[in-house]
C-alpha cells in the first residue's frame, strides 16, 4: 500500500467523516420534515398542469404499435455497449482506444480531467452519452405524433436526460468526490444547509441561488449610469441620463426593454453597458424602467403598455426636449411591443419613430423554439389557474424557471453540483444577479400575449390583431429597421428573428451576432468577444442570407452606432435632464427597478 503521503488528497479523518455522516443525517432530515409540511400545507398534489404524463402516453403507445422499430433500436444500443466494452477493456490493458462517443461541442459538464483520465469514469461518462443520444434519438423517431406533442416529448427527454446525468450524484461525480474525501464531507455538510437555506420558508419550493443576492445593489454596481426619473405613471418610468458628449444628435434614442426582466440587463457594470455606451456617443438617451406588478395591475392589458408605456414615453420626450421625432432600441418582447406600437402608429398616420432597432425580437412566432413548449391549451390554461390564485399576476418564479429549463444543464444543474454537492456558495456574477431578479406580470397582458402571439401567430398576419381601436398590419411600418439575431439564441431562435425582414414594409438591415439572446446583445466593442455577421441582401431564406453573408470580428456596437447616427439627424447641443418641461423626479435608476418580486 502507498503511503498517505503520496497521495495528492491524503487519508480521510474517520472520526470528522463519521461527525459529519451524523451532522448530514440530521440535517437531512430537516429538510425532509421542512419540505413535506410545506407540501402538504399547501395542498399540493400529483397534478400535470404541463400535460407531461398525456404526451409521453401517446408516444408510448405509437412506440409499442411498431415493434420491429423497437427492436432495431434496442440492438443498436446494445451494439453500441458492446464496443464500449471493447474499448474499455483495451484502455484497461494500457492499450489505446478512441471515446466511443464524446460530450457535445460546448457541454462542460465532463471538464475535470478524472473523466478521460479514469477508466472507471470514462465509462461511465460514455455509457450515460450513449443512453442519452439512444433515447433521444429513439424519442424522435416516433411517427404519428402532431407537432406539439412531438415536440413536448423531445424536450422533456432532454430534461429527463440531463437531471439523470452522472455529474449530478455524488457517486459518480470525480470532482465531488476528491472534494468530500479532502473535506472529510464538510462539503456535503455545506451543501445540505445551503439546500435548506434555499428551500423557501412559505412554499415550500426550492430557489436555487445562482450568485450572491447581497453582492450586488440596483443603483451602485448595476445600473448605475448617471440620468434622473423625468416621467412616472402606474406602469413605468422614463429615465434620461445625463449627457456625456457636448453635442448629441437631434433626435433622442429611446430604450424599450422587456418587462419579463429588469432594464437593467442594458445597463449592469460600465464596460459592457449599452446604455452608457449609446450615450457616449451622443445620444440623449431615455429607458423605460417597467414596474414590477402587483395584484392592483392585474387588469392592465397589453394595449395599456402600449399607450402607457412606449406612446406615453415617446410623449414625455417632446416635452422634455421638444422634439417630436425619436429613434428607438428595443429587446426581446420589448421588440414584439415597439413593433405593434409602429404599425399601430402607421394606422394613425403617426410617423415620428424614424429608426427601429429590434435586439433579439420575435414578431413571427411560427417557429418559436423550446418556448412554444409550454405554449398548448392546457398549459394556457393551468397559468392562467395559477395567476388567477396569486391575485391575478404571474408570480416571478414561475417565468424564471420555463427560462431557466431552457438552460436546465447551465442554470439548473451546474448550479447544483456547486451550491449542494460540493458545498460552495455561488460566485458573484452581475449577469446572474439580473437573471434572479426576476418580475411578475399582469394576468390579462400575459394571457393576450401568449394566446395572441405564440399560441394563434396573429402579430405577424394582416389585421389579426386590433390595439387602441386600430387593425394593426407590420406591413406597414415604413420605418428603416435595424433587426439584430444572435445565433446561438434559445429564447428568440435567429431564423424565426429574421422573418421580420420580410414582413417590414420599410428597408431593414439583419445583423447576425455570435452567442446567445444576452452574451450577444451586451457584447460591447471592449470585449469585442463574438463577431458579427452581415450581408445587404435579405432573401427570404434565413440560411441563404447566413450563406452569403460576411463575418466581421468584434461587437456589432459600432456597425449600429453608424446606422443608427445616420437616422438621428444632425448634432445640436447636449439637453440636461430638467431642462425641458419635464422636471427631475427622482435619480436613476428610480424606485420600480428596484421593487424585488420577493
Excluded at 69 to 92: E, G
Excluded at 169 to 189: C, I, K, W
Excluded at 375 to 404: P, Y
Excluded at 499 to 527: D, K, M
Amino acid at each position: 500500500m502507498s503511503d498517505p503521503q503520496d497521495s495528492p488528497h491524503g487519508t480521510p479523518d474517520p472520526v470528522k467523516m463519521a461527525e459529519n455522516m451524523v451532522r448530514i443525517a440530521e440535517t437531512s432530515q430537516r429538510l425532509v420534515t421542512e419540505f413535506v409540511t410545506h407540501q402538504a400545507a399547501a395542498g399540493i398534489g400529483m397534478g400535470d398542469p404541463l400535460n407531461v404524463s398525456g404526451a409521453f402516453i401517446e408516444a408510448m403507445s405509437r412506440m409499442m404499435a411498431d415493434p420491429g422499430r423497437v427492436v432495431q433500436a434496442q440492438m443498436q444500443l446494445w451494439q453500441d455497449y458492446m464496443t464500449l466494452w471493447q474499448h474499455t477493456a483495451q484502455r484497461m490493458m494500457g492499450q489505446p482506444a478512441d471515446p466511443v462517443v464524446q460530450p457535445a461541442p460546448g457541454d462542460r459538464r465532463f471538464r475535470h480531467h478524472e473523466w478521460q483520465e479514469n477508466v472507471a469514469f470514462d465509462f461511465i461518462k460514455q455509457s450515460y452519452l450513449l443512453t442519452a443520444r439512444w433515447l433521444q434519438a429513439t424519442v424522435k423517431e416516433v411517427e404519428g405524433l402532431d407537432e406539439q406533442t412531438a415536440r413536448k416529448v423531445d424536450f422533456y427527454t432532454r430534461e429527463f436526460v440531463d437531471a439523470m446525468a452522472p455529474t449530478n450524484f455524488v457517486m459518480t461525480n470525480p470532482q465531488v468526490l476528491e472534494a468530500t474525501l479532502e473535506s472529510n464531507g464538510e462539503n456535503l455538510v455545506h451543501g445540505l444547509e445551503n439546500m435548506l437555506r434555499d428551500l423557501d420558508k412559505e412554499s415550500g419550493q426550492l430557489h436555487i441561488r445562482m450568485t450572491d443576492p447581497n453582492a450586488f445593489k440596483v443603483g451602485i454596481d448595476v445600473a448605475r449610469t448617471p440620468g434622473q426619473v423625468v416621467f412616472r405613471n402606474e406602469l413605468m418610468e422614463l429615465i434620461q441620463y445625463e449627457p456625456m458628449t457636448e453635442t448629441v444628435h437631434r433626435r433622442p434614442l429611446l430604450v424599450v426593454p422587456p418587462w419579463i426582466n429588469k432594464f437593467y440587463i442594458l445597463d449592469l457594470r460600465p464596460e459592457n453597458s449599452f446604455i452608457r455606451w449609446a450615450n457616449a456617443q451622443g445620444f440623449t438617451t431615455f429607458v423605460i424602467s417597467w414596474v414590477n406588478p402587483d395584484e392592483k395591475l392585474a387588469k392592465r392589458s397589453f394595449e395599456d403598455y402600449m399607450l402607457e408605456g412606449m406612446v406615453a414615453a415617446m410623449d414625455a420626450i417632446e416635452q422634455a426636449t421638444g422634439e417630436r421625432e425619436i429613434v428607438t432600441a428595443s429587446l426581446c418582447l420589448g421588440g414584439t411591443l415597439t413593433a405593434a406600437t409602429l404599425a399601430w402608429l402607421a394606422a394613425k398616420g403617426d410617423d415620428r419613430v424614424k429608426a427601429a432597432t429590434y435586439m433579439n425580437t420575435l414578431v413571427d412566432f411560427e417557429e418559436a423554439g423550446d418556448l412554444s413548449v409550454f405554449i398548448d391549451e392546457e398549459q394556457i390554461k393551468a397559468l392562467e389557474d395559477r395567476m388567477a390564485a396569486h391575485g391575478g399576476v404571474l408570480d416571478a418564479d414561475a417565468m424564471a424557471t420555463t427560462f431557466n429549463m431552457l438552460r436546465a444543464n447551465d442554470l439548473i444543474w451546474s448550479f447544483v453540483i456547486n451550491n449542494y454537492l460540493l458545498g460552495k456558495d455561488p460566485f458573484p456574477f452581475d449577469l446572474l444577479f439580473w437573471n434572479s431578479d426576476s418580475t411578475r406580470m399582469p394576468s390579462a397582458m400575459h394571457s393576450f400575449y401568449l394566446r395572441n402571439m405564440y399560441q394563434k401567430n396573429l402579430l405577424s398576419k394582416p389585421g389579426g390583431i386590433p390595439l387602441g381601436g386600430e387593425s394593426i398590419d407590420l406591413g406597414k411600418i415604413k420605418t428603416p429597421s435595424y433587426v439584430l439575431a444572435a445565433r446561438e439564441d434559445h429564447i428568440a431562435p435567429w431564423k424565426s428573428s429574421y422573418v421580420a425582414t420580410q414582413l417590414y414594409g420599410g428597408p431593414v438591415r439583419f445583423v447576425l451576432t455570435g452567442s446567445g439572446h444576452i452574451a450577444g446583445v451586451t457584447n460591447s466593442p471592449e470585449a469585442g468577444k463574438y463577431p458579427h455577421w452581415l450581408n445587404p441582401r435579405r432573401p427570404k431564406d434565413p440560411e441563404a442570407w447566413l450563406k452569403g453573408a460576411k463575418q466581421h470580428d468584434g461587437s456589432w456596437w459600432i456597425n449600429w452606432e453608424k446606422w443608427c447616427a445616420s437616422h438621428a439627424g444632425p448634432k445640436v447641443p447636449a439637453r440636461q435632464p430638467g431642462d425641458g418641461k419635464l422636471k427631475p423626479i427622482e435619480p436613476a435608476p428610480g424606485r420600480y427597478v428596484k421593487v424585488r418580486a420577493k
